[in-house]
């Protein structure tokens, strides 16, 4: 029984060094993560206020003439692309279901960093403490803190990492739905127009 337990003990002491590496990445992922929130936000604001004043209109050539042309904007070059698709309604559906996978693929990064922050924070926290433990009873404090330390110093990480994950995921779903919206209710608009 002693030579499997000290089997998981070595190999749960050889995953700190990985789990530490991939905290780090994590980090690094997270200020980027908020660096391009932070730009994105921005042209969001300036997309939706486009798109919102371009949809006073009800006619699908006024919005159509209303919106810049040279956006890069997703849900504008969406919009557009519904707009000049509009006597195709498989086309329209299949240009709305292109935006909502682009939708998820947005998503991805920031869900990642909302799930596997605390999995590996809590690796990094669990792994130094049988060390740790080992440290105590022996009495060797100073091992004992330095173990301590790194399993504070992890936990810290990834809950970061998970925060920013968790905030920015909201926001952009946000985002992303009042967007749809605004494409289903151009889809639906260009539909009743072509009823009549």
């Known amino acids: 029984m002693n030579y499997i337990s000290d089997i998981l003990f070595w190999i749960s002491t050889g995953l700190l060094i990985p789990v530490i590496v991939l905290l780090i990445l994590l980090f690094g992922r997270a200020l980027l993560l908020i660096g391009s929130f932070f730009g994105q936000y921005l042209s969001v604001r300036k997309a939706q206020a486009t798109v919102n004043a371009a949809l006073k209109d009800l006619t699908p050539d006024a919005v159509a003439e209303k919106l810049p042309h040279n956006s890069t904007a997703p849900v504008i070059c ?14 329209v559906q299949r240009l709305i279901s292109d935006y909502e996978l682009l939708m ?9 960093l909302a799930k596997m922050g605390p999995m590996l924070g809590l690796m990094g926290t669990l ?4 060390p740790a433990l080992v440290g105590l009873s022996k009495g060797d404090i100073a091992s004992m803190a330095y173990n301590m330390q790194v399993a504070f110093a992890t936990t810290v990480v990834g809950l970061f990492a998970a925060a920013i994950g968790v905030i920015t995921q909201q926001a952009k779903r946000r985002w992303f739905m009042y967007d ?16 009549k």
């Open 104 to 112: 998820e693929k947005e998503l991805n990064a920031p869900k990642t």
């Open 127 to 130: 792994i130094p403490m049988g």
């Open 78 to 91: 969406s919009l557009l692309a519904i707009l000049e698709h509009r006597d195709q309604p498989a086309e």
């Open 180 to 195: 749809l919206t605004r494409l289903e209710y151009v889809a639906d608009l260009i539909h009743q127009k072509s009823e």
